[in-house]
């Protein structure tokens, strides 16, 4: 429960909240795996011919991507097209953001989803998840306090 109130806070910090929730989305899925392949704005922008601002626009879900610009921003991301629609829903239903891909696309996310793994020992990584939950459910303790 924690986690979800933690990511989408920091979904919404690096999203325009009054974009088209499907552009904001795509824009959320293109900055997820940019960051995943550690390419910066400058050089996604440089393969798609414009500005990093454009990037930026476009990661938030500013300025919706043509279809013509989403092709080249998958060839340059190295996937598909529909890659940056998944998790979409396939009826009219509300689009949801995933709590992990807003975790992951944030710089805090990405970088702690990379070095845990290089944790070699299973008690420590336990530890420090341990860790997480505590300082989570203290937040979400204090966020309860400030709301009552």
């Known amino acids: 429960m924690t986690a979800v109130a933690f990511a989408t806070v920091r979904s919404s910090e690096i999203s325009d909240p009054h974009a088209h929730p499907v552009d904001r989305h795509v824009g959320m899925r293109m900055r997820l795996r940019r960051k995943a392949l ?13 500005t990093f601002q454009q990037v930026q626009k476009y990661e938030r879900g500013t300025n919706r991507v043509s279809a013509s610009k989403l092709w080249e ?6 996937t598909t097209v529909s890659w940056f629609y998944e998790g979409l829903p396939e009826d009219d239903g509300e689009v949801a953001t995933s709590p992990n891909e807003g975790f992951l696309s944030s710089n805090d996310g990405l970088d702690l989803a990379r ?9 420590t990584r336990r530890k420090i998840v341990e860790l997480v939950r505590a300082l989570a459910d203290a937040e979400a303790d204090r966020l309860d ?4």
């Open 38 to 50: 550690g390419i910066s704005q400058d050089r996604l922008a440089a393969a798609l011919g414009m």
């Open 73 to 78: 921003a998958a060839r340059a991301l190295k």
């Open 115 to 123: 070095a845990f793994p290089d944790i070699g020992d299973a008690r």
């Open 145 to 148: 306090g400030v709301a009552a």
